[in-house]
Each structure stands twice: as C-alpha cells, then as structure tokens.
C-alpha cells in the first residue's frame, strides 16, 4: 500500500500571507492538526500546526498607539502565517510506502505530513490514515480467513 492510496486529497494549503485567524478558521472548520504553507505553484515551504497557532494566539504581536502623554493603547495586528510556520518542514512522497510514512512520522514524532508529487503537494496523510488502512486491511485478511479465501 502506498501514501497516495490512504492521503488526503486535495491538500488545503495556506500561502505565507495568510493570516494566523484565517489558518485557525480553516483548522478548527477541518479538523485538522497541521496544515501545509505552499507558493503559487504548490511548492512545499512549510507547515504550520495547531500548537505554533495556539501559540501565536496566546502571544499575539501586538503595537503600541499613542504617546506617553496620552497613554497608549495596545493593539492586535494581523500577523501573517510566515512568521510563524515551520520552514524546515519535511514532506513524504506519493508512492512511499506505509512503512516508510509511519518510520517517518515516528521518528519526527509528527502527527502528519504533507504529501509531494515531485515538488507539489498534493496531499496530507496522518496517524489516523494509517489506522484507518490498518483496520480496513485486517478486516479483509478476516474476511478471507473466515470464508477460505486465501
């Protein structure tokens, strides 16, 4: 079994503009836990997770208006993906195999990764893709055992 037969696809991708509100929208709309940061051609640059979100939600950048004589009022900026995505973000080819992915996602301790064709990706593939192709594979193997197919 290959990634591309258990991934996610399409990907929903973020450009670096995005705005940290716009990505948590999309994570909590989803149910997703990580989500890829792509250019214009759907090159891979980075991810971004819902920990660097909850992070940068909790310590947004903030800036200061007014002066000393008139006090200051702090005040949200929108603060865009870039600043806070994971660039050295790793990606899994297409038709690697299943132990390949789940060696990767262990060894990383990620819960997902995206998936690249040549340099595009095209899809995410998680720990509960691979559970799920798990349980649909033993199920088979069951189904066979139980009726002689073999």
């Known amino acids: 079994m290959r990634v591309r ?27 997703f836990t990580t989500l890829p940061v792509v250019d214009t051609e759907a090159g891979l640059l ?35 993906v870039k600043d806070i995505m994971v660039t050295a973000a790793p990606g899994i080819d297409a038709d690697a195999d299943l132990g390949e992915l789940v060696r990767r996602l ?20 998680s720990w509960r893709d691979v559970l799920g192709a798990l349980v649909d594979e033993s199920a088979v193997v069951r189904g066979r055992a139980h009726t002689g197919n073999r």
Do not use: K, N, W, Y
């Open 5 to 31: 037969d258990i991934m996610t696809s399409p990907a929903i991708a973020l450009t670096p503009g995005a705005s940290v509100e716009e990505a948590v929208d999309v994570l909590l709309s989803q149910g």
């Open 46 to 80: 980075g991810v971004v997770t819902e920990a660097e979100l909850g992070f940068a939600r909790l310590a947004p950048r903030s800036r200061r208006t007014g002066g000393p004589e008139d006090g200051a009022l702090i005040q949200h900026t929108a603060r865009p």
């Open 106 to 125: 262990m060894d990383r301790r990620q819960r997902c990764l995206p998936v690249l064709q040549g340099d595009r990706v095209v899809g995410m593939v």
